[in-house]
């Protein structure tokens, strides 16, 4: 009987300290990534030819998660900013972006929960057009400036996948170019456009192996007054760790914005750089 009721002891006191060994950790959950890359090119009485270069490009990647047994509010901050010199061309922009983003979580479904969030998009400097025998400017610091509130149904099955749709308000500010807000089929030039819609979204954090990891966002929005008329925001990025501070990164988007542009946008940035996880 002295040892029955030792080992039903010691079995409670192993499944307790398991159920504690298991409890979900709540709480914030932070991450900053910093990565920087650089590529350069110098000649000197080259006879094969070639033009000095030179280009950059820094990104900060930010999350500040909270989560709790009946809740989780997930915020992400981009900030991406390049910059290229070839020969005697000048300075030109290369990357440039501002994405804030809040996602609000009821826990109501193992899988399937309501929430809310909100997106602003813009860029840091001016941007110009060089098609054309001198520059053109065609945006600048919010203008235009994206912002986007949704609120819907979410799944998630684990922290690589996860998915939401729901009924969205779209906003877009310009005050020098408005185009990016303007109908053409009004005769009057506006410089705010609110839509209507739907918005789905999908996450994926994939590792492909120790050392590469796939991450891709799909964002579609489809306005109420046309079903048809989609707009798609595609990021795709694969990185693969050579060092303890080197990264390889390769990243991939496409754009589809009628508003803006009848054509599909297509953007590829290859670079090899210094990335530190500042926490």
């Known amino acids: 009987m002295k040892y029955l009721y030792t080992l039903l002891c010691l079995t409670f006191f192993t499944a307790t300290t398991q159920a504690q060994e298991e409890a979900p950790k709540y709480g914030w959950k932070t991450q900053m990534v910093f990565s920087?890359?650089?590529?350069?090119?110098?000649?000197?009485?080259?006879?094969?030819?070639?033009?000095?270069?030179?280009?950059?490009?820094?990104?900060?990647?930010?999350?500040?998660?909270?989560?709790?047994?009946?809740?989780n509010w997930d915020n992400k901050a981009k900030f991406t900013f390049g910059q290229s010199?070839?020969?005697?061309?000048?300075?030109?922009?290369?990357?440039?972006e501002v994405k804030l983003e809040t996602i609000f979580t009821l826990k109501r479904n193992l899988h399937l929960n309501p929430f809310v969030s909100a997106t602003a998009l813009t860029q840091f400097t001016s941007g110009y057009d060089y098609s054309g025998t001198t520059k053109t400017k065609v945006s600048q610091l919010l203008d235009p400036g994206d912002f986007t509130q949704s609120a819907g149904i979410g799944y998630s099955r684990s922290d690589e996948f996860k998915a939401r749709l729901g009924a969205t308000i779209k906003e877009t500010y310009t005050r020098s170019f408005p185009g990016y807000a303007d109908d053409p089929d009004t005769p009057a030039?506006?410089?705010?456009?609110?839509?209507?819609?739907?918005?789905?979204?999908?996450?994926?954090?994939?590792?492909?192996?120790?050392n590469i990891t796939y991450t891709s966002e799909l964002v579609v929005f489809s306005n109420v007054k046309a079903f048809n008329e989609i707009d798609v925001n595609w990021e795709n990025l694969f990185s693969a760790k050579v060092a303890k501070y080197i990264n390889v990164t390769l990243a991939v988007d496409l754009?589809?914005?009628?508003?803006?542009?009848?054509?599909?946008?297509?953007?590829?940035?290859?670079?090899?750089?210094?990335?530190?996880?500042?926490?």
């Open 36 to 71: 920087l890359g650089l590529t350069q090119a110098s000649f000197s009485n080259w006879t094969k030819g070639g033009e000095n270069s030179l280009a950059w490009q820094t990104t900060l990647n930010s999350r500040f998660t909270k989560d709790e047994a009946n809740h």
């Open 85 to 96: 010199k070839v020969g005697d061309t000048g300075t030109r922009k290369t990357a440039d």
């Open 189 to 210: 030039i506006e410089k705010t456009r609110i839509e209507g819609g739907i918005t789905g979204v999908a996450e994926l954090n994939r590792k492909v192996s120790e």
């Open 255 to 279: 754009v589809y914005d009628r508003d803006t542009i009848n054509e599909w946008q297509f953007r590829e940035v290859l670079s090899a750089g210094f990335t530190y996880n500042l926490f």
